[in-house]
Each structure stands twice: as C-alpha cells, then as structure tokens.
C-alpha cells in the first residue's frame, strides 16, 4: 500500500473540489501540475489586483497572456478558439467566475438521485464561494431587473451567482484554487507539486499501478498511490488517457461547447446610475427555459472592443449568451501523437438555434438602448467557451469513458473529473456542475 490515498493530476479548481473533499475525509493528496506559479500567493486568481478591479476591460489582455490556445488558424469546423492554461490554479486563474446551476437540461442527469444532486450543488457552491447578493447595491442592476421584469413578465430574470467574496475595502475576492484549498484539512492532508508534468499512467489488468511525471528539467520518475484523479482539463484529460494506452472507442468523442454572442450595450438613461455615483456592476441573467433554451447573462464585465463611442461607465452593460449544441459522437477531438486537433460541425438544428438566440439578443437591447458602436452581437471563435465532453460518463463504455462516478471503465483506482464528463448539453456555465460532479466521485474514491 502506498503512503498516499490519491494524487490528482492538474491544480484547476476541479482538481482543487476533489483534494478538499478527500482532505475532509483524513485522505492524503498529492496534487501534480505541469505548470508553475503565475500569481501571488500562487493559486489566486489574477483578477484580485487592484488594477483589473478599477479597469476591468484590461483584464481582457491578462486572459490572453494565459490562455495556449492549440491553433488560431484552422477553420471553425477546427475549433479555433480551444485553448488551455497551465499554471497553478489552472483556469481559476483568469475564469469569469459566474456559478449559476444547471437548470433547464438537470434532468438529463438522472443517474444521480435529485437529493443527492441538490446536497452535492450545496457543497460545491460553498467550496466555491458562490453568492448572489454581491451587486445588490447595483444601480443598473435593480433598474435593469425591474425594467425587464416589468416588460417580459413571461421570463424570469434574476441574479446570476458568482464565486467571490466582497472584502471589507469594497473590492472583490474571486474564488480559485487556493480559496477552495483554504482549510486546515486541506493544510495538513493536501500538497501541491507545481512543474511537474505527468507523461503516462502503468496499468495491469484493471489497477493504475503507478504514474510517470516529468520535472522542469525533462527528469522523469515514478510516483505511487492507491488512488488517481485525472483532472487535467477537457483536452489534457483525454490526452494522458491516449497516452497511457488506455483508449476506450468514446475518448476524444462527443465534444461539445458553448458558442457565445456577446454585444455591448448603452443603457437608456432610465436605467443608468447617475454619472456622480461609483455604481458597482450588475450581474443578472435569464436562465435557459424550453422557450428560450440559451443563458442569457447581462453584466458589465469587460469587453474586448473599443468603441469610437464614448460612453459614461453607468450607461455600460454587456450581454453574453451561451447556447448549448447538440451532443454527437461526430463532434471531435483527433487523438495522435500530434498537438489536439478537432472535428466540429454545427447541425441545422444548432445553427437554428444560435440563429434564434441573436435575434433575441437583438430583441432585449430593444427594450434597454442600443448596441454600443462596433459592438454588435459577434460570435467569439468556437471552442474558445466552455468545451465539454470528451471523456463523457454515463453507463455504456460503448459511449463513455468514465462511469456515472467518474471512475474509467474497466479500472478500479481511476477517475477522472472536469468538464470533459458532461454528457448532456448544458447550456450555462459548466464549473459549478462540475465541482457537483466531482465531489459525487470524491466520495466513491477509496
Ligand atoms: C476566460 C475564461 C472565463 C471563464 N469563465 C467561466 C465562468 O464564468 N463560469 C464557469 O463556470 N466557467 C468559466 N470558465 C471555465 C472554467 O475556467 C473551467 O471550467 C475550469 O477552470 C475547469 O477546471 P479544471 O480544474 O477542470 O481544469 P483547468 O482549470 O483547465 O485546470 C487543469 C490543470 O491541469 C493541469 N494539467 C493538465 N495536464 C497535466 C499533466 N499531464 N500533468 C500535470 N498537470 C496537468 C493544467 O496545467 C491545468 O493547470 C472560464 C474559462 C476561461 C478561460
């Protein structure tokens, strides 16, 4: 028996759920990131500096010094927008933080029992820091909110959660790894080994027997547990599967993601706070609903156009909204010896829908203002948002990778956990879901 009860492969906010809810149960954990400090103290997210709280669009530019992105290039249908980081904290470190639950597609869910479920969100909207009453001083927002509320009563409009805390100066804490690894279990029970690049899993029959990892320097040793996580991101995760030899026919398949449209918006005056006035930013959304099946978010968050119109910031809010596509085996990432590459096609039915979901874009600015210049609904590259799927869970190996627990299919001591589970097309953003689902297999690791 090793002296270690699992190592987690990735310090993301995923791998990060999973060593404090082991840690709670007196589980020792070594966490391996292939990548190093970025922030300080290592493991925060970026987005706590000073800078990005008084100028938010600036944080744009910091996302992009940190985002790997596989090739820009290729044509849609490859997915120019996918990307990953590697760092301590993963995406933690640069993520927008918004923590809504799933809402119109959970029943798709149905291998986890609804209590559970619920208990499991729970959690991991505490591990995360999730709240919704941070922007309630907002202006635009309670103007905005009875505005809409007033003039489309057929939807709901509501506060859209968001993983920080408001510190007592006023300016926001966003949640990353080391907020969710901030407990004394996780202090005596959970270390973080940064730079260390896990190469290939050694298996027999159906045990992980141990893990190859590879330093700074390309030195390369074994390390020993009795369990292991593979929580390395949608498109890190499959990777080290294919390496390792373990290539059940579902890896790398039913990839799917969000396409976002995002626009800018000046606010008519009702609706905006006086000029005088520090108006925090609003955080809102209309949650996706069988007539409107998308998640429609308004915020002020930042925006990465500059418009030749120059507009007061309490006139300024964005809308971003996420659409699910459909799942499909068809939809992929090519699994070689080469860097990821992709497979994507969108279905009428998907193009429909993301065709519907602008026009209703088009519809809400109606009722607000009007598009700020030059930020008209635009789509960001595809793959850029939130891919999911390519190590799907569910029942069949035939067409999952992972079992409904997260545990490989055909191996006892290996799981795997992030997004690259989700089998169903959720439409909003998936880190809350995920950290639901990961702690659901934390408790199923030995
Ligand atoms: C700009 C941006 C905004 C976002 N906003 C939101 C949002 O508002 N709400 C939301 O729900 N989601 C959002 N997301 C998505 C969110 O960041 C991810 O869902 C989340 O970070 C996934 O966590 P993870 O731990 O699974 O993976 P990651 O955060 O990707 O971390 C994986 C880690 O594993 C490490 N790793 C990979 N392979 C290896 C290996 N072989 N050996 C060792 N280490 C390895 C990587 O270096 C990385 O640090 C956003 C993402 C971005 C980029």
Redesign the pocket.
Known sequence: MSETDAII????????VLARALATRQKSVLI????GAISAPPGTHLRNQLLYQQHPDRFFEE?GRW?QFFNDKVPPSGLPGA??????????L??????PRPTAYLEQLDFLDQRDWELRLLEAEKLLRVHSSLFDHSIRQARVESWLKKHIPQRQVTKLPL?AERLQDGTLSFTATRDILDSKACASKVTVQER????RFEHSGSRIQGLV?EDANGTQRKYHANNYV?????F??P??LYNSGIRPPALGQYLHFHPLSMSQIVLDQELSAPEQIADPPPRLYLPPSASHPWHAMILRDFFPIRSPEGVHENRMIELQFFAPVEVRRENRMILDSSEPRFEVTLTKNDEDLLRRMVEDQHELVKLLGHFRDQCAPFFVPPG???PMGTCRMGEDPSSSVADTKGRVHGFHNLFL????LIPFPIA?????T?AAIALETAANVE
């Open positions: 492969v990735g310090s993301g906010p995923i791998g990060a391996l990131e292939s990548g996302i985002c990307n990953q980081s590697e760092a301590v904290g993963g995406q933690s640069i993520w927008t933080n918004n923590c993983a260390t690049r896990v190469v990892a593979i929580a390395g991101g949608v890190a995760t990777k080290l850029m948002s939130h956990a992030g997004a690259s909003v953003n998936p880190t809350l995920c």
